[in-house]
């Protein structure tokens, strides 16, 4: 079983370009990371048309936590020029499904790779073509579905409300770190590390975390073969 994660960048046509070439970068350097972090024997990534990627993820319990860090990375960035840490709106945002299936066939792009996975993911994302969700999960198991989509819609409507202030401190709590290591990074004092890691609602985020990698894990991963 693996998870594949596919995306379309909200609104891209009504990108500047100095944004759109700061998002794709960006995005292009989390890619990279993650490869680096996870090994590119278990994650890969692909942009295409320019505004959309996807990626194949061979550690699924992984997958809600990948795609956080992906959301974290582009909702953070902003273009104002100034030495002072503050609090902007964000400028970019995708939106994202998670297919967990099987992989039928992999190939060197992963555009002809094909699967169970591939079809949950990419279908779910077209259903959220026309509605206000950036986020859906589609499995063979409805129970799961229907669990992370109702937590996935809380999700989105408190992430909706960051700052790219909330989604740094959150980029760098997803990495493990400590307020104190967060603090050191952002350049700014561990009681406001702690301010803003309250304001974007980390303590919920962190348990959806940990529920989604437990059902995963049971559900796909340690799965005993009789």
Known sequence: MIAVLTADLIDSTHYEEE???????????????????YGKE???FNIYRGDSFQGI???PEAALEIMMQIKTAV????????KKNKSYSKIADFKMA?????????????SESNGQAFLYSGRTLD??????????IKTEYEEINEEFNTAFYLMDTLTEKWSTASAEVVYYLL????????????????SAVNQRKKAAGWDAIEGLLIRFKNVVETRFVNIKII
């Open 75 to 82: 909702n953070k960035i902003h273009l104002k020029k100034t």
């Open 57 to 59: 993820i061979n550690q």
């Open 127 to 136: 259903t959220m073509n026309n509605d206000s969700r950036k986020t859906m």
């Open 19 to 37: 944004i759109l070439k700061t998002v794709l970068n960006s995005l292009s350097e989390e890619f990279e990371k993650l490869v680096a972090q």
């Open 98 to 110: 998670i297919g967990i299936g099987t992989l039928d066939f992999e190939r060197d792009s992963i």
């Open 42 to 44: 278990n994650v890969r």
């Open 175 to 190: 990495k493990n770190l400590k307020e104190r290591e967060v603090a050191t990074a952002i350049g700014i004092s561990q």
